[in-house]
């Protein structure tokens, strides 16, 4: 079972999270399927400034999904995506509904970040790069003002010796830390982490943990969707545990990691505690 997490340290003041700041992203009764299957049968979370909210449940719960549709990466058929009080405005309805606003769509994406499962980094790129290309080509800032603060981040994430190397020549925890490079120098909203450390053996999981661990303490707004209880109950302010696309179970991790109210729940962390 998971140790009782400690609260994470706030060091940017713009960060803090009080209950009654507009949430940087909230869904509401989100519904999603593909053809007769529903995936997401009306799901609502809520993300303040400064707040980790993991996401938990079994394979095909609908985590990632949910995820996706935070990102405009999927169309729901129903329910609102808002990003800091600003509702994506759509057109159509059921499957055929697709955001009205192309601008708005960049414009959100811009400040929501993701990071995958499987890193996708521009293979034919340097680490550097990869870092590097999105602030230049999206933001359209400055090389001579990017590449120094790419290096920093290369250095933040512990790879500050791998900026000329390229994607192969890195083993897959070293990888991901140049995703989550890449996703810091958009200078996001918030992070959206999916499955992080799924792909990887359990010695580099860990050097991925530690950076996640560390944004959380800078007090990063961040979703995560991840497999890792032990992640899960270290850095978040609250966890969601979904179950056949329904909240079967949401609160601070101490509780549900802690004195699990439903039974679904507590048959799950015994079978991820084997």
Known sequence: MPDTPAAAAVTDPAQSSPASQTPVIELRDIHKAYG???VLKGVSLAARRGQVVSLIGSSGSGKSTLLRCAN???DSQSGEVVFNGEPVRWKGSAMSRRPADHAQVTRIRTNLSMVFQQFNLWAHMSILQNVMEAPVTVLGRPRAEVEPMAHELLAKVGIGDKADAYPAQLSGGQQQRAAIARALAMQPQALLFDEPTSALDP?????VVRVIKA???EGRTMLIV???MRLAADVSDHVVFLHKGLIAEE?????LFGAPQTDRLKQFLSATAN
């Open 36 to 38: 007769p299957l529903e």
């Open 72 to 74: 405009l990466l999927e």
């Open 203 to 207: 010695e580099l999981e860990q050097e």
């Open 215 to 217: 944004l959380a303490e």
């Open 226 to 228: 991840t497999h890792d």
């Open 251 to 255: 609160g601070p991790p101490e509780r």
